[in-house]
Nanobody, 119 residues
């Protein structure tokens, strides 16, 4: 069973940077694509970035050029380095397994970590 715990959120000014970390446990991590998602109040949850077991990344248009997703299979972590942050990035951020098959349910989501971008 795969367990994921997010950390690293906080309050940052526009243009600032923040690094989120997703710590995993369980033997299935090494062959599972992990995504970083976010959800703002009143809005639908969206995928920000994902990274495969071979560290092949994908970024949403909103993240390209600003965010970097990094996987460390030895440490079992998936970090999200966020630069040039905007108020629109304010949301609760989650890490969760990703699959191209929408019908797959990987179980409950974690608590997430709050990111607030404000001056």
């Amino acid at each position: 069973q795969l367990q994921l715990v997010e950390s690293g959120g906080g309050l940052v000014q526009p243009g600032g940077s923040l690094r989120l970390s997703c710590a995993a446990s369980g033997s299935t991590f090494s062959h599972t694509t992990i995504g970083w998602y976010r959800q703002a109040p009143g809005k639908q949850r969206e995928l920000v970035a994902r990274i495969s077991s071979a560290s092949i990344p994908y970024y949403a248009d909103s993240a390209k050029g600003r965010f970097t997703i990094i996987r460390d299979n030895d440490k079992k972590t998936v970090d999200l380095q966020m630069n040039s942050l905007k108020p629109a990035d304010t949301a609760v951020y989650y890490c969760y397994p990703w699959s191209p098959h929408a019908e797959i349910d990987f179980g409950p989501w974690g608590r997430g970590t709050q990111v607030t971008v404000s001056s």
